[in-house]
């Protein structure tokens, strides 16, 4: 469980949503190991996609967080980022 609470922006398209996570706090819930490769990854942000991804880290936070949501009626660019893989040394 995260001790401070944070506020998180879900990213759409017309087909998919992603959850943005930056990747300490993605860390520091404990979860991380189960997040699959259909989430992406870009800097130091983790996009945790909707179906599954996004509700392991909620779930693990110990709190309802607040929303922003930021939709696009185009393809969104966070499709064509690394997918998200664990470093070596994180855990």
């Given at each position: ?9 879900f ?7 992603w ?51 930021d ?13 998200f ?7």
């Open positions: 469980m995260m001790s401070e609470e944070k506020d998180f922006t990213y759409s398209d017309p087909g998919h949503g959850l943005a996570v930056d990747r300490v706090s993605l860390l520091a819930s404990s979860v991380a190991h189960l997040i699959s490769s259909y989430s992406y990854q870009s800097g130091d942000t983790v996009y945790l996609e909707e179906d599954c991804d996004a509700g392991v880290f909620i779930g693990a936070l110990g709190y309802t967080p607040k929303f922003t949501e939709h696009t009626d185009q393809e969104s660019p966070i499709r064509h980022y690394s997918s893989r664990l470093k070596t040394n994180e855990s």
